[in-house]
């Protein structure tokens, strides 16, 4: 490692575009988050129901603002639409150089349309819609999450000329419906006469919590095999979804698209905090180095591996193999991933919708009981 280059370097200049998992009025009024794009390599911001439902119930950065609406009579709903879309306009003006400078591949700041509708596309759509006209920035992305029922939505705001985050993605199936979801969209943006260049999109493929999933199940088996797999589905299974998107966009189907002038989906990890303390904190980042991809890391995971982070160059290119092995060894201890990520598909959903409840409650508490 070079003198004064730190691991967070190594990873950003091995081509892993460094965001942040997190985003509050604290962060934008201290200057934290201009502090961590200036000094910290970060280049893009996610945010999600529960990052939004924790910054409400801390501190008072959003009393004013609820004052205002309270006096003003706004509903529940229309308050922490008005409350989040202001952050993320707030956070997409402060990335904006960066989106200037990479030509609008990084600089990018995700809201996420009401978890609510994950099943309800075309309420998706709407949702989506009011999102992007409300914050009003060439820089933001709008989550969608990557239900059954998202993947036409997906397709639909894209081929309308909006960029989309993909969220909780979980299974190599899914992943494959979802590239080709975007590669629908920017079909139909291109042939009704959008540039495709400004269309940007990523695919929020996420990651520990697939560990935190298989993991009890090779406990409850018990065999020295079973714990010899511990913590190797999780990379494993995004590593096989690396070898997906290189198959795609390797494809004749792709390269027409971007022959006109179209971005790739870049995969995004997400979920990149560690939940088992018996891993090293900066595990899902280490083995996940590849250029041309996203990582999206809480504030505690970003500060690990700046300070201690185990960065050994690309450690995703031609690893699928092995990767696929791994899998094989767990289905032949009775545990089938598809089950275990069509489970944290609906955990995750739920969660989402949890937390929206949470944020609704806080709000509606900060209106001074006027409901929704």
């Keep these: 490692m070079t003198e004064g280059t730190t691991p967070l370097d190594q990873v950003a200049d091995a081509g892993v575009a460094v965001w942040l998992d997190d985003l509050s009025r604290e962060r934008l009024r201290t200057g934290n988050l201009q502090e961590l794009v200036d000094r910290h390599r970060v280049v893009g911001v996610t ?4 990052i939004f439902a924790s910054a409400l119930s801390k501190g008072d950065a959003y009393d004013a603002q609820l004052r205002e609406l309270a006096t003003a009579g706004t509903d529940v709903d229309d308050a922490v639409f008005a409350i989040t879309t202001d952050d993320v306009r707030d956070a997409a003006d402060v990335l904006r150089p960066v989106y200037d400078a990479t030509d609008g591949v990084d600089g990018r700041v995700s809201i996420e349309v009401d978890p ?3 099943h309800d596309a075309a309420a998706t759509v709407e949702s989506a819609r009011a999102l992007w006209s409300t914050v009003d920035r060439p820089n933001v992305f709008i989550k969608i999450p990557a239900t059954v029922e998202g993947l ?4 639909d705001v ?3 000329g909006i960029s989309v985050n993909v969220t909780l993605i979980f299974s190599l199936d899914r992943y494959r419906a979802v590239l080709d979801a975007f590669q629908s969209g920017l079909e139909r943006a291109r042939d009704a006469g959008h540039d495709l260049a400004p269309i940007a999109s990523v695919a929020s493929f996420f990651v520990s919590r697939v560990d935190a999933a298989v993991d009890p199940r090779l406990d409850e088996i018990g065999t020295d095999e079973a714990a010899a797999l511990r913590g190797a589905a999780a990379i494993a299974n995004a590593r096989l979804a690396y070898g997906v998107y290189t198959e795609v ?4 189907r792709w390269q ?3 022959a006109a002038g179209a971005k790739p989906q870049r995969p995004l990890w997400a979920s990149t905090g560690v939940k088992d303390e018996a891993y090293p904190d900066t595990r899902y980042v280490d083995e996940l180095v590849v250029a041309g991809v996203v990582n999206t890391m809480p504030e505690a995971t970003l500060r690990a591996v700046e300070d201690h982070g185990d960065v050994r160059g690309d450690t995703v290119t031609d690893t699928q193999a092995a990767a696929q092995e791994v899998i094989d060894r767990l289905a032949g201890l009775g545990i089938s991933l598809d089950e275990v990520t069509d489970q944290l598909e609906r955990e995750g959903v739920e969660k989402f919708e949890s937390a929206w409840s949470d944020l609704l409650g806080t709000v509606r508490d900060g209106l001074g009981g006027v409901t929704a």
């Design 47 to 50: 945010t999600n129901p529960s």
């Design 152 to 155: 036409s939505a997906i397709a």
């Design 158 to 160: 894209l081929a309308e």
């Design 249 to 252: 966009v390797a494809g004749d």
């Design 256 to 258: 027409a698209l971007a």
């Design 116 to 118: 609510r509708l994950a």
